[in-house]
């Protein structure tokens, strides 16, 4: 049985839901993270994101995202760290409501050379997923690109539609349709793993807990459901990387 280590608190204080990204570094002995996510313990809080040293919890303020095309701020649900060190999130808007929620995406990036703010990198808006996906999982795929799988676009309905995104190199981006789940589930764990993508629990469409996981085959683009069920206190799983 593995042992559970009680980390330090974060200096930068609570945080609500979000995204936890390790990067890679050497002047930490537990490593660090990236977390994006909704800081603070009020009501609709700005989406922030710190890099954490999880051997101190110390937190260090990272470049903000970049509200919404409307304004709002922008709830992640997926982000990932590309092979290049660019850090891509996609999500939604924070409307609260039943309406359809507006979806969103970012890259964070270095600035172009020359540019005066070279040190810096900086948030810049992509086009949003094909429909919102709160609650959606993503991971990056063995060839690069950024993916995303299920959430929702109002309070009621799961997806089991899938995309990942392609970043050009003049600057443009686009999303790309891939076969969709055999389950539409939200708030579940993804991972992936040598070619494939693993999603599992969460919730589904008219069912409250799902059991089932599929693994998604890159080389064919094609899913397939394991011959598994998830344990009752398994099945809420809203993380990622449950499976080292």
Same mark, same amino acid.
């Given at each position: 049985?593995?042992?559970?280590?009680?980390?330090?608190?974060?200096?930068?204080?609570?945080?609500?839901?979000? !995204?936890?990204?390790?990067?890679? %570094?050497?002047?930490?002995?537990?490593?660090?993270?990236?977390?994006?996510?909704?800081?603070?313990?009020?009501?609709?809080?700005p989406t922030d994101m710190q890099? =954490?040293?999880?051997?101190?919890? =110390?937190?260090?303020?990272?470049?903000?995202?970049?509200?919404?095309?409307?304004?709002?701020?922008?709830? !992640?649900?997926?982000?990932?760290?590309?092979?290049?060190?660019?850090?891509?999130?996609?999500?939604?808007?924070?409307?609260?409501?039943?309406?359809?929620?507006?979806?969103?995406?970012?890259?964070? %990036?270095?600035?172009?050379?020359?540019?005066?703010?070279?040190?810096?990198?900086?948030?810049?808006?992509?086009?949003?997923?094909?429909?919102?996906?709160?609650?959606?999982?993503?991971? !990056?795929?063995?060839?690069?690109? #950024?993916?995303?799988?299920?959430?929702?676009?109002?309070?009621?309905?799961?997806?089991?539609?899938?995309?990942?995104?392609?970043?050009? %190199?003049?600057?443009?981006?686009?999303?790309?349709?891939?076969?969709?789940?055999?389950?539409?589930?939200?708030? #579940?764990?993804?991972?992936?793993?040598?070619?494939?993508?693993?999603?599992?629990?969460?919730?589904?469409?008219? !069912?409250?807990?799902?059991?089932?996981?599929?693994?998604?085959?890159?080389?064919?683009?094609?899913?397939?459901?394991?011959?598994?069920?998830?344990?009752?206190?398994?099945?809420?799983?809203?993380?990622?990387?449950? #499976?080292?």
């Amino acid at each position: 049985m593995p042992s559970i280590r009680l980390l330090s608190p974060l200096s930068c204080g609570p945080w609500a839901g979000g !995204v936890a990204i390790a990067i890679d %570094e050497t002047h930490s002995n537990l490593g660090q993270v990236i977390i994006i996510g909704e800081s603070g313990a009020v009501s609709d809080p700005p989406t922030d994101m710190q890099k =954490v040293d999880l051997a101190t919890g =110390v937190c260090t303020p990272q470049p903000s995202l970049l509200p919404s095309q409307d304004g709002l701020p922008m709830k !992640v649900n997926a982000a990932a760290r590309l092979p290049d060190g660019r850090v891509v999130c996609a999500g939604t808007n924070q409307f609260v409501g039943f309406d359809p929620w507006q979806a969103v995406a970012q890259v964070l %990036e270095p600035p172009e050379p020359g540019s005066p703010t070279e040190a810096n990198w900086q948030w810049r808006a992509l086009p949003g997923t094909s429909v919102g996906r709160h609650g959606g999982k993503g991971c !990056v795929l063995s060839d690069g690109r #950024f993916a995303v799988f299920g959430g929702k676009d109002n309070c009621i309905t799961p997806h089991s539609s899938c995309e990942a995104l392609t970043l050009d %190199e003049d600057g443009g981006a686009r999303w790309d349709a891939l076969s969709p789940m055999h389950e539409a589930r939200t708030a #579940f764990a993804c991972e992936a793993i040598g070619g494939c993508v693993i999603v599992a629990g969460g919730s589904g469409n008219g !069912v409250a807990r799902l059991r089932t996981v599929e693994v998604y085959e890159e080389a064919v683009g094609r899913w397939r459901m394991l011959p598994c069920s998830l344990h009752t206190d398994f099945i809420w799983m809203a993380g990622s990387a449950l #499976f080292q």
